[in-house]
């Protein structure tokens, strides 16, 4: 019977082409992948439709394997309680939404229906234009580094995709959570991979997740948010798991 494994994507983009890497290796391991995108539907953002809507999709299976990546991971605890036998993989997150002011800013604004819509203009924005001057405020926000074009353009596909309703649910629910209780309490094995020059959720929050944990294994690179785990990673998974 082939092992399940569950990854949980960051922020606005299912896990897809940008982590078809990380779901070959999976595979080629004998692990069946699911990689359940959040953000889709009309139903109320709570923690027990997004239970429900996890549950659905791993088709009642209990994961052997759950990756959190940035928002997943503040998912992950709360979800992975359930799971004490599962192995959890941490990938740039922390135990709370511990973000700079610079980034609480834009985040707190696009809750107000003026915000919104001042967001929804500025994605209207024809993508050649919208793309480049992304990559560069990128380096501000997720930290220094050449940030895949590609990765871009689909990240501000999905922005344009996100409802006003999921916008405001996503953002009020994150902003509650924090999972210290949770992770003091879990024996699950655990791997926490976090990026030094991440600007999200960098170093310090990684630090904190570890010492939280009682069961795992801390490695800090000198990455930033979106490239905190790349091919080359690979071989500490191949210890992990």
Not at 30 to 58: A, M, R, S
Not at 77 to 96: D, E, S
Not at 113 to 141: Q, S, T
């Amino acid at each position: 019977m082939k092992k399940t494994a569950l990854i949980l994507h960051g922020f606005p983009q299912p896990v897809g082409s940008s982590y078809s890497y990380l779901i070959k290796y999976l595979q080629n391991k004998e692990y069946e992948v699911c990689c359940p995108y959040l953000l889709e539907g009309d139903w109320d953002f709570n923690w027990q439709n997004i239970t429900k809507h996890i549950i659905q999709k791993l088709n009642n299976k209990i994961p052997d394997v759950v990756i959190g990546i940035s928002m997943g991971g503040l998912f992950l605890p709360n979800l992975a309680k359930n799971w004490p036998n599962a192995k959890l993989i941490f990938l740039a997150t922390g135990p709370n939404l511990n973000l700079p002011n610079t980034v609480m800013l834009p985040i707190n604004m696009i809750q107000t229906d003026m915000g919104y819509h001042l967001i929804k203009l500025i994605l209207k924005i024809p993508d050649n234009v919208l793309v480049k001057a992304y990559g560069l405020l990128d380096r501000w926000i997720e930290g220094p580094g050449e940030h895949d074009q590609s990765d871009l353009q689909s990240n501000v596909y999905y922005m344009r995709l996100v409802s006003k309703k999921r916008v405001k649910e996503l953002v009020k629910l994150l902003k509650t959570v924090d999972n210290s209780d949770i992770l003091q309490k879990m024996r699950n094995p655990s791997l926490v991979i976090n990026g030094k020059f991440d600007v999200l959720m960098g170093a310090s929050q990684g630090k904190a997740l570890s010492v939280l944990l009682s069961n795992n294994k801390y490695i800090e690179n000198t990455r930033s948010h979106f490239n905190v785990f790349t091919k080359n990673d690979l071989k500490y998974l191949d210890e992990f798991l």
